[in-house]
Nanobody, 115 residues
Framework: QVQLVESGGGLVQAGGSLRLSCAAS????????MDWYRQAPGKQRDLVAT???????NYADSVKGRFSISRDNAKNTVYLQMNSLKPEDTAKYYC?????????WGQGTQVTVSS
């Protein structure tokens, strides 16, 4: 079955950086688009970034120029490099993919940015 395991979250000061990782199994990773979402307390889960199988990336306006999504198909892993972090980036970050019209989620990793 599909498994997505995120890591790399933590507490960081505003202006700092974090790199999230998501290891995937149970899928043919290289042919699937992968997504990062985030959800702050009391708010809806929002799409942050997506990377297509060919490496094409798209970002939410709120993170453009600060976050970078990448993938390593040899390691079945997708990354989210987060720079110039702001307190409003505080959220639980989830790796996700849509496989055969079913959305799969990891357990999430918490990112907390202090001011």
């Amino acid at each position: 079955q599909v498994q997505l395991v995120e890591s790399g979250g933590g507490l960081v000061q505003a202006g700092g950086s974090l790199r999230l990782s998501c290891a995937a199994s149970g899928i043919i990773f290289s042919i699937n688009a992968m997504d990062w979402y985030r959800q702050a307390p009391g708010k809806q889960r929002d799409l942050v970034a997506t990377i297509a199988s060919d490496g094409t990336a798209n970002y939410a306006d709120s993170v453009k120029g600060r976050f970078s999504i990448s993938r390593d198909n040899a390691k079945n892993t997708v990354y989210l490099q987060m720079n110039s972090l702001k307190p409003e980036d505080t959220a639980k970050y989830y790796c996700s993919l849509d496989l055969h019209f079913t959305r799969h989620w990891g357990q999430g990793t918490q990112v907390t940015v202090s001011s």
